[in-house]
């Protein structure tokens, strides 16, 4: 059981390593990203879409400025700049279950100019990982 699945997540974007995030993500979570139309459903996508967030977003100065809990959910809200110097601000919304793993992680991502950046970077890391 993950007594602190935000302090888990925390340690994965500070230092991100497959095994950190496959131990925090439960076989049922649901991805939602702003990019694309449908929840992407199961733990080997939302893994996917993660780790390439990472690559993305979590270089460049990127850090969480807030954050917000309630029993088993949390809002982080991040900023940082990617490719070109836009800045990006954006919040994970992230539940868990009683285990501690997580099972929805919702993004969702600010001004548009920077959501518009942050879609062709993310489908080219997507890509590469088929």
């Given at each position: 059981m993950i007594r602190d699945?935000?302090?888990a997540w925390h340690g994965y974007m500070a230092a991100?390593?497959?095994?950190?995030?496959?131990?925090?993500i439960a076989d049922e979570c649901v991805f939602r990203s702003p990019a694309?139309?449908?929840?992407?459903?199961?733990?080997?996508?939302?893994?996917?879409?993660?780790?390439?967030a990472a690559e993305v977003l979590g270089k460049d100065g990127f850090r969480?400025?807030?954050e917000w809990r309630a029993d088993r959910s949390a809002?982080?809200?991040?900023?940082?700049?990617?490719?070109?110097?836009?800045?990006v601000n954006g919040v994970d919304i992230i539940a868990w279950n009683d285990a501690g793993?997580?099972?929805d992680f919702k993004v969702m991502i600010r001004p548009v100019k920077a959501l518009n950046a942050v879609i062709p970077l993310m489908g080219a890391v997507l890509a590469r990982s088929c």
């Amino acid at each position: 059981m993950i007594r602190d699945p935000i302090a888990a997540w925390h340690g994965y974007m500070a230092a991100p390593r497959a095994a950190l995030l496959d131990a925090l993500i439960a076989d049922e979570c649901v991805f939602r990203s702003p990019a694309v139309h449908t929840p992407q459903v199961g733990r080997a996508l939302t893994i996917k879409y993660l780790t390439a967030a990472a690559e993305v977003l979590g270089k460049d100065g990127f850090r969480y400025v807030g954050e917000w809990r309630a029993d088993r959910s949390a809002v982080l809200e991040f900023v940082c700049r990617i490719d070109g110097g836009i800045d990006v601000n954006g919040v994970d919304i992230i539940a868990w279950n009683d285990a501690g793993l997580i099972v929805d992680f919702k993004v969702m991502i600010r001004p548009v100019k920077a959501l518009n950046a942050v879609i062709p970077l993310m489908g080219a890391v997507l890509a590469r990982s088929c």
